[in-house]
C-alpha cells in the first residue's frame, strides 16, 4: 500500500475545500428545483370520470377486459366535456 505525507497545511487546506463544496452544491441544488405544472379544470374532472368509469371495463381480478381501457378513456373525455 503506498503511504501519502502531506504537510499540516495542505492537509488543513484539504479540509478547508472539501467543506465549502457541499454548501455550493445545496445552493445550485436548491436553485434547479422547478414547479409542477398546475392541473387544469378539465384535468381534474376527466381524472374523476375516468375513476368512475373505470370499474365498468375491468373483470372482477382487476385485468381491464378486452379494449376496456380505450372505452373507458373514450367515455371519460365524453362525460368531461359536458
Known amino acids: ?4 505525507t502531506m504537510t499540516m497545511e495542505e492537509y488543513l ?3 478547508n475545500g472539501l467543506s465549502s ?12 428545483v422547478k ?9 381534474r ?5 375516468f375513476r368512475k368509469v373505470s370499474s365498468k371495463y375491468k373483470l372482477k381480478n382487476g385485468k381491464w377486459k378486452k379494449n376496456g381501457f380505450r372505452s ?7 362525460m368531461s366535456k359536458k
Do not use: F, W
Open 72 to 78: 373507458a378513456v373514450k367515455l371519460a373525455h365524453k
Open 21 to 32: 463544496e457541499p454548501a455550493q452544491m445545496m445552493e445550485n441544488s436548491e436553485a434547479s
Open 35 to 43: 414547479t409542477k405544472p398546475k392541473t387544469s379544470a378539465y384535468q
Open 45 to 49: 374532472r376527466y381524472k374523476a370520470n
Open 13 to 15: 487546506q484539504l479540509l
Open 1 to 4: 500500500m503506498a503511504t501519502v
